[in-house]
């Protein structure tokens, strides 16, 4: 991975802008930037703990990759062999919130390797705003931010811009769920890109896929969107789609992959989505083509571009693909999961999977699939792994902590920890240690991590009790 230090961007032509003064619009304890799920989750947490909350979001409504992604399907919370739960808290209590309600959430097995929640993503962003309420957290949407004044290794608030204009944000603790590390960066900590970033996908909503399915027992989606045969075919690559809840026929399709784009930089992210686009019209194009007459439909694009990766903030600890593929339980864990390593493939077609019991497979073009081993079999595999609370305190301050897709991780673990379920534990853990750090009066990196596990399991964490107790072995 290539570490970066924050530094201006050089520029062959600048404006002078007049100096200004900002007014503070907020005061809080604690200051969560980005409002995806697991922005969310770490609000809700610290709010549960007594701190007064505010989250920003760049967006039009909470959620992230669930909600604004479409990508509405959420991991299993079991370990591999089905046999012990290994994720609770928030996650497990927002999925049994949205069971309350009809077409909200459907099960598959527990031991799926693909999904165990598909989500209805309204229905989701609507539950995301209930729990904003219900926590009375401060709620900024349509809303960047764009600086922030750091005092040493503190950081003492962050300016956004959005409709009412400059307006500045001033809290104790800061949790960056931005997932792009904006926070870090603004600040002038120091991040890391892999050298090669999984592309992004863009979604699709497409219609009238069961009944195709219904008129020709035959009907293979990607089959046809790849099929080269097809004028209209997209590039050989990977395709998968589920249908979320929903009374109609629709189905949600992910077969775009646009490389070679950083998603961070504003000018590949505008590309990006303007690509994904163009990608999903074309799969359209070659369903139409492949099945002439059908009522085949586009029925919406997502708000926004599905991003795998970007920068990593740089931490405490890195978590490697070792560590996640021999099942380490960290004594500082905070997080669990299961899921696989799965690293899509930048540049190129396809991607690759390894499995926790040593499985290893490669996915090509369509309808190429080789299977091996990444090591030899063992008498007893793990199960399940965990992600430290190390891995979410960046180097060189005092008041923040980072959740989601910016935690410090390689480019094998990050393939693994970077799905929604993990995700979600990292947020609910970030706002937790916002919280007891703030009432112990230490930074979050001095912060006990046993305390910190302690509450989490009294707040529905499943975390291993094999570790509970150790001492952290600062790895």
Not at 98 to 110: C, D, I, N
Not at 165 to 183: E, H, K, T
Not at 281 to 302: E, F, N, T
Not at 418 to 439: F, K, P
């Amino acid at each position: 991975m290539t570490t970066t230090t924050a530094d201006p961007a050089a520029m062959s032509a600048t404006f002078d802008e007049a100096a200004r003064l900002t007014p503070v619009v907020h005061d809080c304890d604690l200051c969560v930037v980005g409002g995806s799920v697991t922005g969310v989750f770490a609000a809700v947490a610290a709010a549960r703990l007594g701190l007064s909350v505010c989250v920003i979001e760049v967006g039009n409504q909470f959620g992230g990759n669930t909600t604004l992604g479409l990508v509405a399907v959420w991991h299993s919370l079991w370990n591999t062999t089905g046999d012990r739960q290994v994720i609770g808290g928030l996650t497990e209590e927002f999925v049994k919130r949205l069971k309350r309600r009809p077409l909200a959430v459907v099960e598959t097995e527990r031991t799926s390797p693909h999904w165990q929640f598909a989500l209805n993503p309204a229905e989701a962003a609507i539950e995301l705003d209930c729990l904003i309420r219900e926590h009375r957290i401060r709620p900024f949407l349509h809303a960047r931010v764009v600086a922030c004044a750091r005092d040493g290794g503190v950081i003492r608030g962050v300016i956004i811009e959005d409709k009412s204009g400059r307006r500045a944000i001033r809290a104790a603790r800061f949790v960056d769920a931005s997932g792009d590390a904006d926070l870090v960066k603004l600040a002038g900590g120091a991040t890391g890109v892999q050298d090669h970033l999984q592309p992004p996908t863009m979604a699709a909503l497409v219609s009238g896929l069961a009944a195709l399915r219904a008129a020709d027992p035959k009907f293979w989606l990607a089959k046809t969107v790849f099929d080269p045969a097809n004028p209209h075919a997209l590039p050989p690559g990977f395709l998968w789609a589920f249908e979320p809840p929903s009374a109609a026929d629709e189905s949600l399709v992910f077969g775009t992959r646009v490389h070679g784009v950083d998603c961070s930089d504003a000018d590949h992210l505008t590309a990006a989505e303007m690509e994904g686009r163009r990608q999903v019209r074309q799969m359209i194009d070659a369903l139409r083509h492949g099945y002439p007459g059908k009522a085949v439909a586009l029925s919406a694009l997502p708000a926004r571009i599905g991003v795998r990766e970007t920068r990593h903030a740089v931490c405490a600890h890195r978590l490697t693909e070792d560590e996640v593929l021999s099942g380490e339980l960290f004594p500082d864990a905070i997080a669990h999961s299961c899921y696989r390593v799965d690293i899509h493939k930048q540049g190129g077609e396809g991607l690759v999977f390894r499995y926790l019991d040593g499985r290893e497979i490669i996915c090509g073009a369509v309808g190429t699939r080789s299977e091996g081993r990444w090591r030899p079999p063992q008498a007893v595999d793990p199960t399940f792994y965990s992600i430290p609370y190390r891995a979410l305190l960046p180097r060189g301050f005092a008041n923040l902590v980072v959740a989601g897709r910016c935690l410090d991780a390689d480019a094998g673990a990050f393939g693994a920890v970077r799905v929604q379920v993990t995700c979600n534990q990292m947020g609910e853990a970030a706002g937790t240690a916002a919280a007891l750090s703030l009432q112990a009066g230490c930074a979050p990196a001095e912060l006990d991590p046993q305390r910190l596990r302690a509450c989490l399991c009294a707040h529905g964490a499943r975390l291993a009790p094999e570790v509970q107790g150790a001492v952290a072995s600062g790895r």
